[in-house]
Every structure is written in structure tokens, then in C-alpha cells.
């Protein structure tokens, strides 16, 4: 897709110097993601590195047997560690990155992410800001597998949601959850229906309604 050159110096003003916004402008592509599609699967070489304008997708680490782990989320302006170090070392991906919902981004080339670090700033600190922000969403997950009981991850696994939805209605799956919560969905369904009873939210099919919007703070 050919870039709309202002969009896109529009969206990314004020968090990148000017020359280095005309630089994506000219060589970033700009993407429409359809949600549910993938942008990574392991396995396959990462050729460019996606900064969202838009959306939201998920990463996640896939086990010998299929299953998947939620290891973090990405927002608007925001980067993937996991693709910055695959594109650098020139290593396959061990990562799937899907779409949560309809997302936009912009794809820079490989070969412009090592010479970017060299030349602006600004992107070295994006670079080193989006490693930074992934180990906090991993030392965040370990934590909460760690020191957390169930009920507890679960419940911050949908305040997680409904802050990066900004809804207090998630389509989702009670099978959706347990993959990512690697577990399994009667367990998810029996503390879903726990919540249910206690009044924190409602169940309707493929769909959860929060009710408690000041537990999960949603706006």
C-alpha cells in the first residue's frame, strides 16, 4: 500500500525528529491488518519491523504441542523486541504475532533499523525504549505465574484487556483465553462464571461484559 505521506507524518510527529519521519515516510510500507491475521509465525525471517499507527496485536510463544502463551501486548506507536532482535541477528522467528482487531502500521525494511540506531536519536530511543517496555511485560508475566493464583492472573489478564481495548465489552472466547493463559477452557469457564456470580461481569456467548468498571478501570 503506498503511504499518505502526511497520515503518516501526522501520526508519528512529536515522537521522531523531522528527517527521520520523512525517512519512514519514503521507505516504510504502510499495512491494513485484518483481525485474526498473522504478521509473524514461527519459523519464518522477519524482513521488516512494524511500528502500530493503530489497533492492537498480540504476541505469543507457541509450545512443541501447539499451545500458545500470552507474552505481551502492542499498541498504538508501539514495537516488537522480538522482531527488532530477529531483524538484527538475522534469526527465525520463535514468536506468533496475530491481530487482535483491524490494525494499521507501517513496516520498515530490515536494513534500516541498524542504521537508523547510527544516525537518529530519537530512533535509538525507541529501539531501546520498546526492549525495555517488553522486559517489563515478561518480568510482569513471570510475576504474575510466579506469586499469582489463577483467579488472580485471570483477573489481570482482563483488566489488560479492557485497558488496551478502552471497552468495557471483549469478544473473545472462553477457549481464546485459556490458550493464552495456558491452561485449560473448563478452568477459565469456571472462574469466568465465578466473576459472574460475584457481579464483576457478564457472560453472553463469545463475549464478556464487564461490570466492575472501577476494578478494571475501564474508561
Known amino acids: ?38 504478521l509473524i509465525r ?16 498480540k504476541i505469543m ?16 506507536l508501539d514495537s516488537c523486541a522480538m522482531s527488532l532482535t530477529c531483524c538484527l541477528e ?9 491481530a487482535e482487531e483491524k490494525t494499521r ?13 547510527c544516525r537518529f536519536p530519537t530512533w535509538k530511543q525507541f529501539v531501546f525504549r520498546t ?11 513471570i ?3 510466579a506469586f499469582q493464583k489463577l483467579d488472580e492472573r485471570l483477573l489481570t489478564y482482563l483488566r489488560k484487556k479492557t485497558q488496551n481495548a478502552q471497552s468495557a465489552v471483549l469478544q473473545i472466547t472462553h ?17 469466568l462464571k465465578q466473576l459472574e456470580r460475584v457481579g464483576y461481569l457478564r457472560l453472553s456467548r463469545n463475549k464478556i461484559e464487564i461490570l466492575d468498571k472501577n476494578r478494571f478501570r475501564v474508561t
Request: overall charge negative.
Open 1 to 38: 500500500m503506498v503511504n499518505d505521506s502526511q497520515r503518516v507524518f501526522d501520526a508519528l510527529q512529536g515522537h521522531f525528529e523531522p528527517a527521520l519521519i520523512e525517512e519512514i515516510s519514503r521507505v516504510g510500507i504502510e499495512q491494513e491488518i485484518e483481525e485474526g491475521d498473522y
Open 42 to 57: 514461527p519459523g519464518s525471517y522477519v524482513r521488516s519491523v512494524p511500528i502500530l499507527l493503530s489497533g492492537s496485536v
Open 61 to 76: 510463544r507457541p509450545d512443541a504441542e501447539g499451545r500458545e502463551a500470552l507474552l505481551y501486548h502492542l499498541g498504538g
Open 90 to 98: 538475522n534469526k527465525p522467528s520463535e514468536i506468533v504475532a496475530v
Open 105 to 117: 502500521l507501517i513496516a520498515i525494511p530490515i536494513g534500516k533499523v541498524e542504521e537508523w540506531i
Open 131 to 141: 526492549y525495555q517496555r517488553r522486559f517489563d511485560d515478561m518480568i510482569a508475566t
Open 143 to 145: 510475576d504474575s505465574i
Open 175 to 191: 477457549e481464546e483465553i485459556a490458550r493464552e493463559m495456558a491452561t485449560s477452557r473448563e478452568v477459565i469457564s469456571r472462574l
